[in-house]
């Protein structure tokens, strides 16, 4: 094993140690161990698995063992995450209103729903997006409910395939890196799964007694859409269950699992686990074909985690034995992940190869489970893989056509770009040149902390440190000012005389430009309104 192996082992042993610690499921590790932490290391096996946020608070028994350095930088992640979900939060309550307004339900998905269920509003749990699930007939009312709010498609020519797969991403202007997926399908049409979604609907509750339409699922499927959306993504776990090194294949990001979606199973088994109906979770999971996936993300959580559910449940689980394609992709999987190195391009052509042949291979060959659920019971297997098989080559060919054409679309686009770049390029030097009175980003959430201000821009999700003169430069920055106003300002709030020189300012504003918290305008609003 490398050092760069070993490293990367230590670093996973111990977020396992503290995510086991505060779960509770184990006693916390020894002082003397956190203190020996390659802090590198941990925050880079960290952010693999999305759960930087979490360091500040698995660390904070343990904080004077932290560098401080490191243990300002946790907490400016903490602080980060903690304002990106204050702006989850407003945008949930704008989502309510537009949807009561059109008289169409909504519900919470994955993580927008576990900040309400499991960890609190403003939690450490982050969330790449807002997933929603609406009623299929109700796709156009819940687009313009969208739209209501200011949320656009991501790409206006998709919309052609508005109805064709699971989901479609909405955006709006200032707020890209919280998109909206708005599904009516809790799974692409390709995989093996047979929900049922009228189930699903019947079995919705409000979030809350101040909430109008939005609704989450139950307990028992919210766990059951947990553990399957876990394996899906991991795609190994059903087979490294009988391997010496399962350990390392899931905690170094293993054909995608992610230890934070093992800390949301771990956490809804151990606070909803005594008034979970464990039955119908039994039940619901062997009938809609996913109780493989749930009886892998339960085991594997009980390994990892050392949360597990009552005894029986997952034997109670059915099992599938895996056909040849799915053992050799998902073998070509396990080796990617194990084998101690850095992601490479050639490792992520592996991922997408296999990924692609495993959900070929599900696609063609389901479980019998599927089969019977989708085409009826009472009739011969073998009727009904013939049976599936024809509508898969129709599903195929239809498929084949819609992404020839958005290729075909995309190839014309991309000359038309490179056609008029360099004159766009030319046009945005100028602009820049011009520009002379920088205003803040309106959608800038903002926290004061010990050293200064800490800083969340939600366009480009990231988290930024200013030290108490560059926070007023910032707090200056309202379009009305040039960089030399400013800094004139800034003298006399400060009482600075000339030791705070222009260049200064002009540092700062162009720091603030780069990272995006501020744009520059070429005159003040009054001019602008002429």
């Keep these: 094993m490398t050092t760069a192996a070993r490293s990367d082992r230590a670093s996973a042993e111990r977020l396992v140690a503290l995510l086991r610690a505060e779960l509770g499921s184990a006693a916390p590790p020894l002082t003397d161990s956190v203190a020996a932490t390659d802090w590198q290391a941990l925050e880079q096996t960290a952010e693999m698995h999305g759960l930087t946020p979490f360091l500040e608070r698995l660390l904070a028994p343990f904080s004077e063992c932290v560098p401080k350095d490191t243990r300002e930088r946790f907490a400016l992640r903490a602080i980060g995450n903690r304002l990106r979900n204050r702006i989850v939060g407003g945008l949930l309550r704008e989502i309510d209103a537009s949807f009561a307004a059109a008289k169409t339900p909504v519900v919470l998905l994955k993580g927008a729903a576990l900040l309400h269920?499991?960890?609190?509003?403003?939690?450490?749990?982050?969330?790449?997006?807002?997933?929603?699930?609406?009623?299929?007939?109700?796709?156009?009312?819940?687009?313009?409910?969208?739209?209501?709010?200011?949320?656009?498609?991501?790409?206006?020519?998709?919309?052609?395939?508005?109805?064709?797969?699971?989901?479609?991403?909405?955006?709006?202007?200032?707020?890209?890196?919280?998109?909206?997926?708005?599904?009516?399908?809790?799974?692409?049409?390709?995989?093996?799964?047979?929900?049922?979604?009228?189930?699903?609907?019947?079995g919705t509750r409000s979030v809350g007694s101040d909430w109008r339409v939005l609704r989450m699922m139950s307990d028992e499927h919210t766990l059951a859409y947990l553990c399957l959306h876990l394996e899906r993504h991991a795609l190994v776990y059903r087979?490294?269950?009988?391997?010496?090194?399962?350990?390392?294949?899931?905690?170094?990001?293993?054909?995608?699992?992610?230890?934070?979606?093992?800390?949301?199973?771990?956490?809804?088994?151990?606070?909803?686990?005594?008034?979970?109906?464990?039955?119908?979770?039994?039940e619901c999971s062997n009938l809609w074909a996913i109780a493989p996936s749930v009886r892998a993300a339960l085991e594997i959580c009980r390994r990892v985690l050392l949360v597990e559910p009552p005894k029986n449940v997952t034997e109670?689980?059915?099992?599938?034995?895996?056909?040849?394609?799915?053992?050799?992709?998902?073998?070509?999987?396990?080796?990617?992940?194990?084998?101690?190195?850095?992601?490479?391009?050639?490792?992520?052509?592996?991922?997408?190869?296999?990924?692609?042949?495993?959900?070929?291979s599900g696609f063609l060959t389901p479980s019998a489970a599927y089969l019977r659920r989708r085409y009826g019971v009472g009739t011969r297997l073998s009727l009904l893989r013939l049976r599936h098989l024809v509508a898969a080559a129709a599903a195929i060919a239809h498929a084949l056509h819609l992404v020839l054409g958005r290729a075909t679309r995309t190839w014309r686009s991309t000359r038309t770009a490179a056609r008029h770049g360099q004159q766009g390029d030319v046009t945005a030097a100028k602009r820049t040149e011009e520009a002379a009175y920088p205003q803040a980003n309106p959608q800038l959430m903002v926290e004061r902390v010990r050293t200064g201000l800490a800083v969340y821009d939600p366009e480009h999700n990231a988290t930024h440190h200013l030290n108490s003169p560059a926070a007023r430069v910032l707090a200056l920055c309202d379009g009305s000012r040039s960089a030399g106003a400013i800094a004139v300002e800034l003298r006399r709030q400060l009482d600075a005389g000339p030791g705070l020189t222009d260049a200064d300012v002009d540092a700062a504003v162009d720091r603030f430009l780069g990272e995006g918290l501020v744009t520059a305008e070429a005159e003040p609003p009054r001019n602008r309104c002429q």
């Design 239 to 282: 087979h490294v269950l009988d391997r010496d090194d399962w350990f390392d294949v899931v905690t170094r990001g293993g054909a995608g699992a992610r230890l934070i979606w093992l800390y949301d199973v771990a956490l809804a088994v151990q606070r909803w686990g005594s008034t979970l109906d464990w039955d119908r979770l039994v």
């Design 316 to 360: 109670r689980l059915h099992g599938r034995r895996a056909g040849l394609v799915e053992s050799v992709a998902s073998r070509a999987l396990v080796v990617r992940s194990s084998d101690g190195s850095r992601a490479t391009q050639e490792s992520g052509h592996t991922y997408r190869n296999a990924t692609l042949a495993l959900n070929v």
């Design 117 to 202: 269920s499991l960890y609190g509003d403003a939690g450490p749990r982050p969330l790449s997006d807002i997933d929603v699930l609406v009623c299929r007939g109700e796709l156009d009312v819940a687009r313009r409910a969208l739209r209501t709010i200011g949320f656009t498609p991501a790409d206006e020519r998709d919309e052609h395939f508005f109805r064709r797969d699971m989901h479609t991403v909405f955006h709006r202007p200032l707020l890209r890196s919280i998109p909206v997926e708005m599904h009516w399908d809790l799974t692409e049409p390709y995989r093996p799964y047979a929900f049922d979604l009228n189930a699903i609907w019947a």
